[in-house]
């Protein structure tokens, strides 16, 4: 038994390469004057340093791409312009031809799919020249209809962020949220930190603008919003459970494990990319281990039927089906649910990656999976 869960986690781990390998590219424009913190607010949302300094090709005068290998995310910065109508107007150009040119391709790898305009609250106050090159670039985009973003950075006090933002709100331009932003802690003196604040509500504000085929990409490549990838990664069991208790409906005396696994499999898998962890086969086996045991779900779907049986006395073959339909689904979204506890322990930094290969690591998992598996099983009887 222990090779079909070995076989599982193998077959889990080519499922994941497959939806990595099978995301959509998300394209972002970050624009804004030289020091806003650009860098700074792109490190904060996405994975893997992606603005490092150094980091990123020319792709005109004024903008440079910054792309990684095996992330599925390139942002075009636009080089910081200071004041100045023929620059501001050159970095515009490039913006909007940016813009066009991948519209044109009819690709969703290749087009824009997001703006970024990065004001620095600090400063405590927008230039006239700043309004009105969102007015220009709003009026340009009128076709391709790029979500734009305003983006308050470095919005240590609260007050002034929530002021510059009422003023740019009463400019009434054709933005689809302005969002004031502390991307990192920030020590005051040494008695008072300000908080980062705001990342939360910039994923979430990307989630409602992005087209659905660029939400699970838009999870994976993000480490801003822990709430994000859990609401995701739900929605993912759901689809699940609501398959596995089609496929458990069919008219057989117990669930059959082997007719779920592919189905479960591909739950794992979504729930993995939209974490965007490195997860190995180890911690794959792991997982399975601890969770559905080394004699996988067969034995313990059949064990949970009968118990289930036991409790309605004379239940017939249409019965034993409904039960069997429920056992699938409870057994996936206890598993579903479980998986997503402990990656979210591996966000939050409560565990590491490599501690789920561990004895702590597979007790944790085990403790979860059954948690979980009575509250469903109390759900259902419910």
Request: glycine residues 8%; aromatic residues 4%; contains cysteine.
């Amino acid at each position: 038994m222990a090779l079909e869960v070995d076989k599982i986690a193998q077959d889990a781990l080519k499922a994941i390469g497959e939806r990595i390998k099978n995301l959509n590219n998300l394209n972002i424009i970050v624009a804004g004057k030289t020091g806003v913190g650009k860098s700074t607010l792109i490190n904060a949302v996405f994975r893997d340093e992606l603005a490092k300094t150094g980091i990123g090709k020319p792709v005109t005068d004024h903008m440079r791409e910054i792309s990684k290998k095996d992330i599925p995310l390139t942002i075009f910065d636009t080089r910081g312009f200071e004041l100045g109508k023929e620059v501001q107007k050159q970095v515009r150009d490039e913006v909007v031809q940016k813009i066009k040119d991948g519209f044109m391709t009819k690709d969703i790898n290749k087009a824009i799919h997001c703006i970024w305009y990065c004001i620095n609250t600090a400063s405590n106050r927008v230039e006239p020249e700043e309004i009105e090159w969102i007015r220009e670039l709003s009026k340009e985009n009128k076709v391709t209809t790029v979500p734009i973003i305003i983006v308050l950075t470095q919005s240590f006090s609260k007050r002034n962020a929530r002021e510059l933002r009422q003023l740019l709100l009463n400019e009434n331009l054709d933005v689809v949220q302005i969002i004031p932003v502390l991307a990192r802690d920030y020590e005051i003196d040494e008695d008072y930190t300000a908080k980062a604040y705001g990342l939360e509500e910039l994923i979430q504000v990307m989630g409602e603008a992005l087209p659905d085929e660029l939400i699970e990409t838009l999870q994976n490549v993000q480490i801003a919003s822990l709430a994000e990838k859990r609401k995701k990664a739900h929605a993912a069991v759901a689809a699940a459970v609501l398959a596995a208790a089609g496929e458990g409906a069919a008219p057989i005396p117990f669930t059959d494990s082997a007719m779920l696994i592919p189905t479960q499999l591909s739950m794992i898998a979504s729930i993995t990319v939209i974490f965007g962890f490195d997860v190995n086969k180890s911690i794959l086996t792991a997982f399975l281990s601890s969770t559905l045991g080394s004699g996988g779900a067969t034995i313990l779907g059949k064990t949970i039927v009968s118990n289930l049986i036991k409790l309605i006395p004379g239940a017939g073959t249409v019965a034993g089906a409904a039960i069997c339909a429920g056992t699938a689904g409870v057994l996936t979204a206890a598993l579903g649910e479980a998986y997503i506890g402990i990656l979210s322990m591996v966000f939050n930094g409560e565990m590491s990656i490599a501690d789920l290969e561990t004895e702590k690591g597979r007790n944790k998992m085990s403790e979860l999976f059954r948690r979980e598996l009575k509250k469903k099983r109390d759900d259902s009887l419910t």
